[in-house]
């Protein structure tokens, strides 16, 4: 059976790439009406990076969960992080532009900002610290769990706490990170403004051609010897350490760089919506990640951009459409993967295949004789 799932997750490697491919080239000849009368708006270009942001962060969940089946649930942690650590470099950005202080800091009565911000008005080490400090969080805190052996359902609630606590903790106005009013104010990225078709079109741009980075690098990186370490672990992890393995550090490598890849999308998302607030921390988002994944399939990265594109996308529309009705589509998907596609959509045409199978045996002659007999 696992061999049948990676070679659909295979199968699925090529029309995936090709699909982000096309997105990274149609991007700006949509978005910047190259073509006249054939064109998208700001307001969709915008949604295409969204959710191109939405599947990087479900790929750094399906590293950890498909690849060494560990299910975090609270990655939105490292989501959030990272787009934290971007808004505070546009912040910077903006006040060098207009000398004018972010609103939560006039609320608070603050003529500076906080101390710790300084490095963030560079560009190079505001893109440091993107990288560096979720690395270092997941470090420690990884680091801490693995080294307990805390591992299953109790990783899980432990992964959300965290998140948890830290949505409380930005809540405060006194944090310097906005309270509960969160930061906004965003003047320009890159030197474009910010909510403009150029700014739109660039994030997509990026957005896009990080998750084929992600998709291609990560998708190699499986198929070495780090990779086939992750799958025992995933398999047997008790069998590894027996045979003399430290699975320690094979774990924290791939959280450290599961975290570091949902960060990155959290600092892309945050200047499309122009908004961060600890609405981003709340463990609802980390949970329904988990359902991004599980619906396209886990392992092989290809079912998690799958699988974050489509409901997303869905998303957007009902969110339009029918907003009440939304939690219970999202309930029915949750249902459908757990009862007919336990691994997702990635597993369609082989569940497909068994299905056939099972009503060419039930229509068969000796099926119809033993079913008289009975």
């Known amino acids: 059976m696992s061999g049948l799932l990676n070679a659909g997750r295979d199968r699925a490697a090529r029309p995936v790439t090709g699909l982000l491919l096309l997105v990274l080239v149609l991007a700006p000849v949509l978005g910047l009406h190259a073509i006249p009368g054939l064109g998208l708006s700001?307001?969709?270009?915008?949604?295409?990076?969204?959710?191109?942001?939405?599947?990087?962060?479900?790929?750094?969940?399906?590293?950890?969960?498909?690849?060494?089946?560990v299910l975090s649930l609270g990655h939105g942690l490292f989501f959030a992080f990272g787009g934290y650590l971007a808004a505070m470099h546009l912040l910077k950005t903006a006040y060098a532009q207009t000398h004018v202080l972010p609103d939560f800091l006039q609320?608070?009565?603050?003529?500076?900002?906080?101390?710790?911000?300084?490095?963030?008005g560079s560009a190079s080490l505001s893109v440091l610290a993107i990288i560096l400090l979720p690395g270092l969080l997941a470090f420690v805190f990884g680091y801490?769990?693995?080294?307990?052996?805390?591992?299953?359902?109790?990783?899980?609630?432990?992964?959300q706490a965290l998140t948890y606590t830290a949505m409380l903790l930005m809540f405060r106005n006194e944090t310097g990170f906005g309270g509960n009013n969160g930061m906004t104010g965003f003047n320009t990225i890159a030197g474009?403004?910010?909510?403009?078709?150029?700014?739109?079109?660039?994030?997509?741009?990026?957005?896009?051609?990080?998750?084929?980075?992600?998709?291609?690098g990560g998708r190699a990186m499986l198929a070495t010897r780090f990779g086939r370490?992750?799958?025992?672990?995933?398999?047997?992890?008790?069998?590894?350490?027996?045979?003399?393995?430290?699975?320690?550090?094979?774990?924290?490598?791939?959280?450290?760089?599961?975290?570091?890849?949902?960060?990155?999308?959290?600092?892309?998302?945050?200047?499309?919506?122009?908004?961060?607030?600890?609405?981003?921390l709340d463990p609802s988002l980390s949970i329904e990640v988990a359902v991004w994944v599980a619906v396209g399939g886990r392992g092989g990265l290809c079912g998690a951009v799958i699988g974050a594109v489509l409901v997303n996308t869905l998303k957007f529309w009902m969110s339009a459409a029918a907003p009440t009705v939304w939690p219970f589509v999202l309930a029915l998907l949750v249902l459908l993967v757990v009862l007919?596609?336990?691994?997702?959509?990635?597993?369609?045409?082989?569940?497909?295949?068994?299905?056939?199978?099972?009503?060419?045996?039930?229509?068969?002659?000796?099926?119809?004789?033993?079913?008289?007999?009975?």
């Open 107 to 120: 609320f608070m009565g603050q003529g500076a900002f906080p101390g710790f911000w300084w490095p963030f």
């Open 340 to 374: 007919v596609l336990p691994n997702g959509l990635m597993d369609l045409s082989n569940r497909s295949r068994a299905w056939m199978a099972d009503l060419t045996k039930s229509d068969a002659p000796g099926a119809k004789n033993a079913r008289r007999l009975s």
């Open 229 to 280: 370490m992750l799958t025992a672990i995933r398999d047997d992890e008790a069998r590894l350490r027996f045979l003399g393995y430290d699975t320690l550090w094979l774990k924290l490598a791939a959280w450290c760089l599961s975290a570091v890849i949902a960060a990155v999308a959290g600092a892309l998302y945050v200047p499309q919506v122009g908004i961060i607030n600890p609405t981003l």
């Open 42 to 69: 700001i307001y969709g270009i915008n949604l295409v990076g969204q959710v191109m942001c939405f599947a990087l962060l479900a790929m750094a969940l399906d590293l950890m969960w498909g690849g060494a089946g």
């Open 144 to 159: 801490v769990s693995f080294r307990s052996r805390v591992n299953g359902v109790y990783f899980s609630i432990i992964t």
């Open 192 to 216: 474009l403004p910010i909510g403009g078709t150029k700014a739109a079109v660039l994030l997509t741009m990026l957005s896009t051609a990080a998750v084929l980075v992600v998709l291609v």
